[in-house]
């Protein structure tokens, strides 16, 4: 199932994304759950039974626009180095634990959205990355329990402004300009990804190939990433784990490879979608 929020006109919604359409489900449940978020927080019969009950498509994918797939998560954490040809060009050593940093929500935005260079940089870089979707809350939770947490999975990109990032040693400034990062364009319930499904990757620019790599090659896999985050913190639903972005980036190519204004850029994931941001210089810079 494809699970995506967006907007009706001014109206915040949610729904399921078909072939046909998208089932406009918060006009139907949406006293009982307000967004996606509180929807994710039902159990699976109750979400299994909205839609159900929900009857056929009532609005185009035309007449919305996506909206980040968790519009309000409450946390949002990133994984950095996380692929071994990342780490490479990266030139860094190997951790012996998953570097983490947060993004914060109004550092994104949804499908066919624009992500925003800011007028203080031009090192606008791609990251393109599987997000987790958290659907069950818990703490501590073990490695062998981790997928019983997972709502599902969107694509995701990790816009950076680069040099900004490394101001200092804490990469948080160049990861939370407004508008940089891409959610979306919906979520793929774990129900159709098993657990341990191998996913491709790719990130593509103006239509070119940039990035390309499966999931198996993750360092932190999944499983012990959930497990780690939630030793740290309550893991909540709504909750995103951005899962780390594998090597081909902007900043390590010779030229480097900067996004600009003008620009299209496309994360794929084969069982879940294409995640597509035009690149725009911020209006209210101008």
């Known amino acids: 199932m494809r699970l995506a929020s967006f907007l009706v006109g001014n109206r915040p ?65 990133c994984v950095g180095l996380n692929y071994h040809a990342h780490l490479a060009e990266t030139g860094k050593a190997e951790t012996a634990h998953p570097p983490i940093f947060l993004r914060v929500a109004d550092s994104q935005q949804g499908h066919g959205q624009p ?29 062998a329990n981790a997928w019983d947490h997972v709502a599902g999975y969107a694509c ?55 990035q390309r790599t499966t999931t198996d090659l993750l360092i932190f896999g999944i499983p012990h990433l959930v497990a780690y985050l939630s030793t740290v913190m309550p893991l909540e639903t709504g909750d995103v784990i951005v899962s780390g972005t594998p090597g081909g980036v902007g900043a390590k190519r010779n030229p480097p490879l900067w996004m600009k204004a003008g620009d299209v850029v496309e994360v794929q994931v084969d069982r879940i979608g294409v995640l597509r941001n035009p690149v725009a210089h911020d209006p209210a810079a101008q």
Do not use: C
């Not at 039902?42 to 909206?67: C, I, K, N, Q, T």
């Not at 891409?182 to 990130?203: K, N, Q, S, Y």
């Open 156 to 210: 995701y990109n990790d816009g950076s402004v680069r040099d900004w990032q490394v101001h200092t040693p804490q990469w948080a400034p160049g990861k939370n300009f407004y508008r940089t990062g891409g959610f979306g364009p919906w979520m793929v319930t774990a129900d159709e990804i098993p657990p341990g499904t191998v996913m491709t990757l790719t990130t593509r620019l103006n239509g070119e190939e940039v």
């Open 13 to 77: 919604a949610y729904g399921v994304v078909t072939d046909d359409g998208i089932i406009d489900l918060s006009a139907r449940v949406g006293d009982r759950y307000p967004d996606l978020k509180a929807l994710l927080g039902a159990s699976a019969e109750a979400v299994r039974a909205a839609v159900a009950s929900a009857g056929r498509p009532d609005l185009r994918a035309d007449d919305v626009v996506f909206l980040p797939t968790i519009p309000n998560p409450g946390k949002i954490l």
């Open 115 to 143: 992500l925003l260079v800011p007028p203080e940089s031009h090192k606008f870089d791609f990251e393109g990355e599987v997000a987790v979707i958290i659907g069950k809350p818990g703490r501590r939770i073990a490695e």
